[in-house]
């Protein structure tokens, strides 16, 4: 496994996987975009979609979620360096309140205006303001313990997570110095 810096600043990262030729982050929106891949997602998890968000249009979806995928990768890519990242990113579980060593955390947007976005981009949290983005998925359903593309990202962000402990990475400092070393 290895990283991709996403900003010039280093605070953001992207894994990318052994045998994938493209970080998380890039997966992600390429599939969110794959008009194809969504609509076999949305017709394989069409229950969730009706009783979660009452949608029963696949074709509805599939646009929300374009769209949404659009506004989330602006304001992905077009962070600045004043922007703060720990606005975007927020513990995993909603009940957390306190920072956890290498916690896991989640991105999405907040102002949506047809229904609450089902986008969700995954990261490990470094230190305030510095995260690793591990991956991301459409969540349906209230928890990520229903499906098994949610569970599979629980998988992805304990794998990076332990990857990082073994390494002995707990900030930002120890990233940067594994990073060069790779360099």
């Not at 992207?14 to 994938?20: I, S, V």
């Not at 599939?31 to 029963?56: C, G, P």
């Not at 990242?85 to 995993?92: A, G, I, N």
């Not at 992805?156 to 990475?169: A, D, H, P, T």
Request: with cysteine.
């Amino acid at each position: 496994m290895t990283f991709d810096s996403i900003t010039q600043d280093d605070r953001l990262w992207a894994t990318r996987y052994e045998g994938c030729s493209d970080n998380a982050l890039d997966t992600l929106f390429d599939q969110w975009n794959d008009v194809a891949w969504l609509r076999e997602f949305f017709k394989a998890n069409l229950d969730d979609l009706i009783s979660y968000f009452k949608i029963t249009d696949v074709n509805d979806a599939i646009y929300d979620t374009i769209e949404d995928s659009e506004r989330l990768q602006c304001l992905i890519m077009d962070i600045s360096p004043e922007a703060d990242l720990d606005k975007l990113f927020r513990p995993l579980e909603n009940s957390r309140f306190t920072d956890i060593l290498l916690g896991k955390e989640k991105a999405r947007l907040k102002d949506t205006v047809r229904h609450a976005s089902w986008l969700r981009i995954y990261a490990i949290k470094l230190e305030p303001g510095i995260y690793v983005i591990t991956g991301g998925a459409i969540k349906l359903t209230r928890t990520m313990q229903e499906r098994e593309h949610t569970l599979q990202e629980l998988g992805k962000m304990e794998k990076v997570r332990n990857f990082l402990l073994e390494q002995g990475i707990v900030d930002r400092e120890a990233f940067i110095d594994y990073m060069s070393e790779l360099s």
